[in-house]
T-cell receptor, first 114, second 112 residues
Framework: AQSVTQLGSHVSVSEGALVLLRCNYSSSVPPYLFWYVQYPNQGLQLLLKYTSAATLVKGINGFEAEFKKSETSFHLTKPSAHMSDAAEYFCAVSLSSNTGKLIFGQGTTLQVKP | NAGVTQTPKFRILKIGQSMTLQCAQDMNHNYMYWYRQDPGMGLKLIYYSVGAGITDKGEVPNGYNVSRSTTEDFPLRLELAAPSQTSVYFC???????????FGPGTRLTVT
């Protein structure tokens, strides 16, 4: 069975500091993994995805994530936080069920302090 | 492309009333989904569809119904609204299995 755990419901960083949002997954098949961002009062927007090609995936807005099979992790990073990065971030893993369903983590709220 | 559109953006219902949340996509996606999002609870899948005429229950289907008569539209029906259905509702679509989902802007519903 597939599942996703996001460690830390709230993360606070200073502007210019490294952003690290943690995601661990469980999957009985090679996983397809996604990171989404949700700005206040908006829908979810895809940041990046891993679909079994390169293990280091680059996304929009300077974010990237590294797939580590041995650690069953897909952590999201950004070298230098901007105030505009303040949002909620969701990690998701796809089910392999011909339904297109995704399993979402509970989300991590990123606060960026000036 | 407009992507995934949802109407209305906001709605206040009285207990016992009914309403339909509209969702449409213009990307010719076969897969469509309805989620609800409550504070601190992430996204919960209500119903999904893998193509016109085919729908199935998700994690929290009670109190809701759906239909999928066309590829483009996937309306969500609330019958006999209850305060527990106060939430933000998102519609999403996907073009194939194991692909990313594209989300609409959401409908914020309050039941009082």
């Amino acid at each position: 069975a597939q599942s996703v755990t996001q460690l830390g419901s709230h993360v606070s960083v200073s502007e210019g500091a490294l952003v690290l949002l943690r995601c661990n997954y469980s999957s009985s098949v090679p996983p397809y993994l996604f990171w989404y961002v949700q700005y206040p009062n908006q829908g979810l927007q895809l940041l990046l995805k891993y679909t079994s090609a390169a293990t280091l995936v680059k996304g929009i807005n300077g974010f990237e994530a590294e797939f580590k099979k041995s650690e069953t992790s897909f952590h999201l990073t950004k070298p230098s936080a901007h105030m505009s990065d303040a949002a909620e971030y969701f990690c998701a893993v796809s089910l392999s069920s011909n339904t297109g369903k995704l399993i979402f983590g509970q989300g991590t709220t990123l606060q960026v302090k000036p | 492309n407009a992507g995934v559109t949802q109407t209305p953006k906001f709605r206040i219902l009285k207990i016992g009333q009914s309403m339909t949340l509209q969702c449409a996509q213009d990307m010719n996606h076969n897969y469509m989904y309805w989620y609800r999002q409550d504070p601190g609870m992430g996204l919960k899948l209500i119903y999904y569809s893998v193509g016109a005429g085919i729908t199935d229950k998700g994690e929290v289907p009670n109190g809701y119904n759906v239909s999928r008569s066309t590829t483009e539209d996937f309306p969500l029906r609330l019958e006999l609204a209850a305060p527990s259905q106060t939430s933000v509702y998102f519609c999403a679509s996907s073009y194939k299995d194991r692909a990313e989902q594209y989300f609409g802007p959401g409908t914020r519903l309050t039941v009082t």
